[in-house]
């Protein structure tokens, strides 16, 4: 979407990533999504009297592999409580840091070549998880809440990125990418649908060249396809807003995915005083050069590096070829693209398969080779299996492993043989003399009738590329 | 009474047994309970079974602990499991805590007893016990009179004998005040040494558990039980418990002892006479006295009352009738948040409460808390260059000995000055021992204070025993 006129969007974005680490932030109980309610629970994490926080390890060093990733500088940091009163939040107050993030400044670079700044990237402890029941489905009017203490006390990082972005395809572009990032660090699984990754939007808009207007912060956006709407209708409204003479107020505004707006939930007079003041319970965060070092050193190559890698590997890769290649990134499935390469293997093949069948059954990606995924496109490439046939391969070998000659031994997948191909084209082309002479004077499409006749009578046994062989001889 | 040191040897050599021991305990507890008030939970069959628990192993020839078949009062701001833990307050009422803290666990590791959890003041906020929702605790040498607080209930358990030694916290002086008003040795150890993992916050940049005891030598037996590094607990300093009785006799040969001007200004004559004659004992016992000024401890007071109930103000947000104790139900949840907190709240409470939101307000930080934590490392730079002059200071306790009743409840800022001479220790996070010497008004005792930087505990307590030798003529 564009703006009208030289009305122009400024964004940036809050980013909440829960880690991916064994235990809570500050206790030993299992930091894991789904289990019952209230099971994951202790004495610290349920804020009961008397109980302190202990600093996870771990945590610090997932905060200062996103931190590294994202190019940031790693500073002495400390903790604050940030004091307000949630039911969902045990303590009444929350552990964050405040002045001195463990994280500060860097960027991040998107794919279609902008940067975009990183203001800080520091840690803090999740809340718990409210449900509301009946009534309006939020706090204020429900008959029953219930609350579930099992995400109070998980490691969050909150990335903060300057206000550089400028359209709703950027933040969108903005959010995957960091997402990549923290799957490949292996702080988070990045899955925003379980909350584990979870987005804030301050939009201001400004006419190009102006200062930045009064900003709002857009709360509730649960996938990128709500983080770009949610932009988009904000941006435009501040835009009407201010064309029919009205004032921006600053406000935190919530989106609501189902009618596709945002509406007000607290203006800035309504905003809470937190009270900061530095956590008494923590010591200072100051994790020395070495600990530094061997995360590191310990960090893989980053989504920008091995798109770049794979990319290099194809030959003037065509726009499909290149979304291919940012699910395969996505996925974490370049392995399997690399070794199929290596293999002599058509790299546009590799892609594609990796692309779109591995893709589709990642739950499977633990039962497959990449020895067995060269060997079945090997197959596919010298046409002992046609592209139909070595689909089915892929997807047993997904479902259950195997060996991909025995797999299509066992399917049925025998190649016709060269003779009886040759026999089969020859009574089609006498069956459909009116085709045959259209494909003759040079209409290629004809080649798909005749494809699909073949495949019908020998139930989709043929090999594409060897029908089209047979026609060409016989023309 | 016999103390933990005497029977803990007694326990173990099989002259006495720890059933017997408690059986002593308890008997003076139901003796005098309803007449002091000191007790708010008498944990009669946890304590029978801890104490069983001790006799099989002395009669199966284990090792038993250093404070083995030792009653031990706790004060009820410090969770035992199972066992009720209000902090004397509403709003806690009927919760168990479902853990123990860490000092509890390491009690009946050494043996000890835990008999019940003592009066104190709200939250531990107040320095007579007059702040408890379960009433006052009256001082067992003198029941028309506070035992001071805000661990008064613990300093009565020993003053009155029903145990010989008890913990309590010191976030002002709530250790050592009542100590001094009962008479008996109240040691605030270096913030860290003993972990507060389990002890219900006050403000936790300044709350230390520690020993209420007749003796130097129990005071050291109790402190060596329960200090020590705790993964818990962050802020506990890394190394294991210190060697203190072991120390206790080593005396003050050679140890430069400055009596601080502003550590005895403003307190009753009875108070200082009885400082001064502790001075010419430490000085007839080998010490070398100087004097000094410290006048950075005169700002200590008004940067404690906005540290305090800052830190205060959010560790108590959590009783907001969510979760445990007392919920008094509203039309939603902010009405039910407010009404729990205005019927579980005392006075003294609710005015720190207040107090602390506002010092760590927008606008007002600055001003207040921000000011106070400067004046805060102004105190422990000043403390700094004391200790380059000196290796202990000595000053009172309290400006007082125990005052009657009512005669400062009316006026919070007369109370707070009862703690104008611990709380720089605090604010400084040293340590401070107050030892009973001398006697004032109505021949109440009057308590002198010895204070030493962080991990000066050993020195502290050597001093303190010159002090008790020459009052106890052993």
Redesign the interface.
Same mark, same amino acid.
């Given at each position: 979407m564009t703006l009208p006129g030289s009305w122009e969007m400024v964004v940036g974005l809050e980013v909440h990533t829960e880690l991916k680490t064994a235990t809570k932030m500050f206790c030993g109980c299992a930091n894991h999504f789904g289990a019952e309610p209230n099971t994951n629970v202790c004495?610290v994490c349920?804020?009961?009297?008397?109980?302190?926080?202990?600093?996870n390890e771990r945590a610090v060093e997932l905060a200062m592999a996103i931190g590294i990733a994202l190019h940031s500088t790693i500073a002495p940091s400390t903790f604050h +409580?940030k004091?307000y009163?949630y #039911?969902d939040m #045990?303590? &009444?107050?929350q552990i964050s840091q405040y002045d001195l993030p463990i994280n500060s400044g860097g960027y991040l670079d998107l794919p279609d070549g902008s940067r975009v700044s990183i203001e800080r990237a520091h840690l803090e402890e999740d809340t718990g998880k409210s449900t509301h029941l009946g009534g309006s489905g939020r706090?204020?009017g429900a008959d029953r809440?219930l609350?579930d203490y099992n995400r109070s006390g998980v490691p969050l990082v909150e990335i903060v990125s300057g206000p550089d972005i400028r359209s709703s395809a950027q933040a969108r572009a903005y959010a995957a990418e960091l997402r990549g990032i923290l799957i490949a660090t292996g702080a988070s699984d990045g899955r925003m649908e379980e909350g584990s990754m979870r987005i804030d939007a301050n939009v201001s808009v400004r006419k190009s060249g102006e200062p930045f207007g009064t900003r709002c912060e857009i709360k509730n956006l649960n996938s990128l396809r709500s983080l770009h709407r949610a932009i988009d209708y904000e941006a435009l409204r501040q835009v009407e807003l201010i064309e029919s003479g009205g004032v921006v107020r600053q406000e935190t505004r919530h989106w609501d995915e189902n009618l596709g707006v945002t509406s007000t939930m607290r203006t800035k007079e309504e905003a809470e &005083?937190y +009270?900061?003041?530095r956590e #008494? &319970?923590?010591?200072d965060l100051a994790p020395e050069q070495a600990w530094q070092d061997r995360i590191r050193l310990a960090l893989p190559p980053m989504p920008a590096e091995r798109r770049a890698a794979l990319k290099e590997r194809l030959i003037a890769p065509t726009p499909a070829q290149l979304d291919a290649v940012e699910v395969v990134i996505d996925l974490n499935l370049e392995q399997f693209v690399n070794a199929a390469i290596d293999a002599d293997i058509d790299p546009v093949l590799a892609l594609a398969r990796a692309a779109n069948e591995l893709a589709g059954g990642l739950e499977g990606i633990g039962n497959l080779t990449p020895e067995a995924f060269c060997a079945t496109l090997r197959l596919e490439q010298s046409g002992q299996l046609s592209a139909t046939q070595a689909k089915t391969v892929l997807g047993e070998l997904l479902a259950h492993g195997g060996e991909p000659g025995a797999i299509a031994a066992a399917k049925g997948f025998e190649q016709l043989s060269s003779d009886s191909l040759g026999s089969t084209v020859e009574s089609l082309i006498a069956q459909n003399p009116d085709e045959w002479a259209r494909y003759r004077e040079g209409d290629e499409k004809l080649a798909q009738f005749f494809i699909g006749q073949v495949m019908k009578l020998t139930k989709g046994k043929a090999n594409g590329k060897a029908v089209v062989a047979e026609l060409q001889s016989r023309r | 009474m016999k103390t933990a040191e005497q029977i803990a040897l007694d326990v173990r050599s099989g002259a006495s047994t720890a059933q017997r021991e408690l059986d002593a305990s308890l008997a003076a507890i139901h003796a005098r309970n309803d007449e002091l008030n000191v007790f708010l939970y008498v944990d009669e069959d946890g304590a029978r079974a801890a104490a069983k628990d001790v006799d099989d192993k002395v009669a199966r020839g284990e090792s038993v602990g250093p404070l083995a078949g030792v009653p031990v009062a706790i004060k009820d701001?410090? $969770?035992q499991v199972g066992v009720p833990?209000t $902090?004397s307050s509403r709003i806690?009422e009927g919760?168990r805590?479902?853990?123990s803290?860490t000092v509890i666990t390491r009690l009946l590791a050494a043996g000890a007893v835990p008999v019940g959890k003592t009066n104190l003041d709200e939250f531990a906020m107040g320095s007579s016990t007059e702040n408890s929702a379960f009433g006052p605790t009256r001082n067992p040498l003198d029941p028309s009179r506070v035992p001071g607080g805000s661990s008064g209930g613990s300093a009565a358990a020993v003053a009155a004998d029903m145990t010989p030694i008890a913990l309590g916290s010191d976030t002002g002086g709530s250790i050592r005040q009542p100590a001094a008003l009962c008479g008996l040795i109240g040691v605030k150890p270096s913030y860290g040494l003993v972990s !507060?993992?389990?002890?219900? /916050?006050f /403000?936790?940049?300044l709350d230390q558990i520690g020993p209420f005891s007749k003796t130097v030598t129990d005071a050291a037996i109790l402190l060596e039980a329960i200090a020590g590094h705790d993964?818990?607990?962050?802020?506990s300093l890394p190394e294991p418990a210190p060697m203190l009785s072991a120390h206790v006799n080593d005396g003050v040969v050679g140890k430069r002892i400055a009596l601080v001007r502003e550590l005895i200004d403003g307190a009753d004559p009875d108070v200082v006479a009885s400082v001064t004659r502790a001075v010419e004992v430490l000085k007839d016992a080998g010490a070398t006295i100087l004097e000094l000024s410290i006048p950075e401890l005169q700002l200590g007071l008004s940067a404690y009352y906005l540290i305090a109930p /800052?830190?205060a103000? @959010?560790n108590l /947000? !959590?009783y *907001?009738g969510?979760? %445990?104790g007392l919920r008094v139900d509203g039309e *939603?949840?902010?009405a039910m948040?407010t009404a729990t907190r205005t019927a579980g709240f005392g006075a003294e409470v609710k005015r720190r409460i207040m107090l602390g939101?506002y010092a760590? @307000?927008?606008g007002y %930080?600055d001003a207040y808390?921000g000011q106070a934590l400067k004046v805060r490392t102004q105190m422990i730079d000043a403390f700094k260059r004391a200790y380059a002059q000196a290796d202990l200071l000595i000053g009172a306790t309290a400006p007082s000995v125990a005052f009657p009743f009512g005669s400062k409840t009316s006026n919070p800022m007369a109370m707070y000055l009862s703690d104008v001479f611990t709380i720089p220790t605090n604010l400084a996070g040293e340590a401070a021992i107050s030892v009973p010497f001398g006697a004032g008004e109505a021949g109440l005792p009057t308590g002198v204070q010895l204070l030493g930087p962080g991990r000066s505990e050993a020195q502290l307590f050597a001093a303190a025993r010159v002090l008790e030798r020459e009052e106890r003529g052993s």
């Amino acid at each position: 979407m564009t703006l009208p006129g030289s009305w122009e969007m400024v964004v940036g974005l809050e980013v909440h990533t829960e880690l991916k680490t064994a235990t809570k932030m500050f206790c030993g109980c299992a930091n894991h999504f789904g289990a019952e309610p209230n099971t994951n629970v202790c004495p610290v994490c349920l804020g009961l009297p008397g109980s302190l926080p202990v600093l996870n390890e771990r945590a610090v060093e997932l905060a200062m592999a996103i931190g590294i990733a994202l190019h940031s500088t790693i500073a002495p940091s400390t903790f604050h +409580r940030k004091n307000y009163f949630y #039911p969902d939040m #045990p303590k &009444d107050f929350q552990i964050s840091q405040y002045d001195l993030p463990i994280n500060s400044g860097g960027y991040l670079d998107l794919p279609d070549g902008s940067r975009v700044s990183i203001e800080r990237a520091h840690l803090e402890e999740d809340t718990g998880k409210s449900t509301h029941l009946g009534g309006s489905g939020r706090i204020h009017g429900a008959d029953r809440s219930l609350v579930d203490y099992n995400r109070s006390g998980v490691p969050l990082v909150e990335i903060v990125s300057g206000p550089d972005i400028r359209s709703s395809a950027q933040a969108r572009a903005y959010a995957a990418e960091l997402r990549g990032i923290l799957i490949a660090t292996g702080a988070s699984d990045g899955r925003m649908e379980e909350g584990s990754m979870r987005i804030d939007a301050n939009v201001s808009v400004r006419k190009s060249g102006e200062p930045f207007g009064t900003r709002c912060e857009i709360k509730n956006l649960n996938s990128l396809r709500s983080l770009h709407r949610a932009i988009d209708y904000e941006a435009l409204r501040q835009v009407e807003l201010i064309e029919s003479g009205g004032v921006v107020r600053q406000e935190t505004r919530h989106w609501d995915e189902n009618l596709g707006v945002t509406s007000t939930m607290r203006t800035k007079e309504e905003a809470e &005083d937190y +009270r900061y003041f530095r956590e #008494p &319970d923590l010591v200072d965060l100051a994790p020395e050069q070495a600990w530094q070092d061997r995360i590191r050193l310990a960090l893989p190559p980053m989504p920008a590096e091995r798109r770049a890698a794979l990319k290099e590997r194809l030959i003037a890769p065509t726009p499909a070829q290149l979304d291919a290649v940012e699910v395969v990134i996505d996925l974490n499935l370049e392995q399997f693209v690399n070794a199929a390469i290596d293999a002599d293997i058509d790299p546009v093949l590799a892609l594609a398969r990796a692309a779109n069948e591995l893709a589709g059954g990642l739950e499977g990606i633990g039962n497959l080779t990449p020895e067995a995924f060269c060997a079945t496109l090997r197959l596919e490439q010298s046409g002992q299996l046609s592209a139909t046939q070595a689909k089915t391969v892929l997807g047993e070998l997904l479902a259950h492993g195997g060996e991909p000659g025995a797999i299509a031994a066992a399917k049925g997948f025998e190649q016709l043989s060269s003779d009886s191909l040759g026999s089969t084209v020859e009574s089609l082309i006498a069956q459909n003399p009116d085709e045959w002479a259209r494909y003759r004077e040079g209409d290629e499409k004809l080649a798909q009738f005749f494809i699909g006749q073949v495949m019908k009578l020998t139930k989709g046994k043929a090999n594409g590329k060897a029908v089209v062989a047979e026609l060409q001889s016989r023309r | 009474m016999k103390t933990a040191e005497q029977i803990a040897l007694d326990v173990r050599s099989g002259a006495s047994t720890a059933q017997r021991e408690l059986d002593a305990s308890l008997a003076a507890i139901h003796a005098r309970n309803d007449e002091l008030n000191v007790f708010l939970y008498v944990d009669e069959d946890g304590a029978r079974a801890a104490a069983k628990d001790v006799d099989d192993k002395v009669a199966r020839g284990e090792s038993v602990g250093p404070l083995a078949g030792v009653p031990v009062a706790i004060k009820d701001n410090m $969770c035992q499991v199972g066992v009720p833990t209000t $902090c004397s307050s509403r709003i806690l009422e009927g919760w168990r805590p479902p853990y123990s803290a860490t000092v509890i666990t390491r009690l009946l590791a050494a043996g000890a007893v835990p008999v019940g959890k003592t009066n104190l003041d709200e939250f531990a906020m107040g320095s007579s016990t007059e702040n408890s929702a379960f009433g006052p605790t009256r001082n067992p040498l003198d029941p028309s009179r506070v035992p001071g607080g805000s661990s008064g209930g613990s300093a009565a358990a020993v003053a009155a004998d029903m145990t010989p030694i008890a913990l309590g916290s010191d976030t002002g002086g709530s250790i050592r005040q009542p100590a001094a008003l009962c008479g008996l040795i109240g040691v605030k150890p270096s913030y860290g040494l003993v972990s !507060r993992y389990g002890l219900i /916050a006050f /403000a936790s940049s300044l709350d230390q558990i520690g020993p209420f005891s007749k003796t130097v030598t129990d005071a050291a037996i109790l402190l060596e039980a329960i200090a020590g590094h705790d993964p818990m607990d962050s802020t506990s300093l890394p190394e294991p418990a210190p060697m203190l009785s072991a120390h206790v006799n080593d005396g003050v040969v050679g140890k430069r002892i400055a009596l601080v001007r502003e550590l005895i200004d403003g307190a009753d004559p009875d108070v200082v006479a009885s400082v001064t004659r502790a001075v010419e004992v430490l000085k007839d016992a080998g010490a070398t006295i100087l004097e000094l000024s410290i006048p950075e401890l005169q700002l200590g007071l008004s940067a404690y009352y906005l540290i305090a109930p /800052a830190e205060a103000s @959010s560790n108590l /947000a !959590r009783y *907001d009738g969510v979760r %445990f104790g007392l919920r008094v139900d509203g039309e *939603d949840v902010e009405a039910m948040n407010t009404a729990t907190r205005t019927a579980g709240f005392g006075a003294e409470v609710k005015r720190r409460i207040m107090l602390g939101t506002y010092a760590l @307000s927008a606008g007002y %930080f600055d001003a207040y808390y921000g000011q106070a934590l400067k004046v805060r490392t102004q105190m422990i730079d000043a403390f700094k260059r004391a200790y380059a002059q000196a290796d202990l200071l000595i000053g009172a306790t309290a400006p007082s000995v125990a005052f009657p009743f009512g005669s400062k409840t009316s006026n919070p800022m007369a109370m707070y000055l009862s703690d104008v001479f611990t709380i720089p220790t605090n604010l400084a996070g040293e340590a401070a021992i107050s030892v009973p010497f001398g006697a004032g008004e109505a021949g109440l005792p009057t308590g002198v204070q010895l204070l030493g930087p962080g991990r000066s505990e050993a020195q502290l307590f050597a001093a303190a025993r010159v002090l008790e030798r020459e009052e106890r003529g052993s």
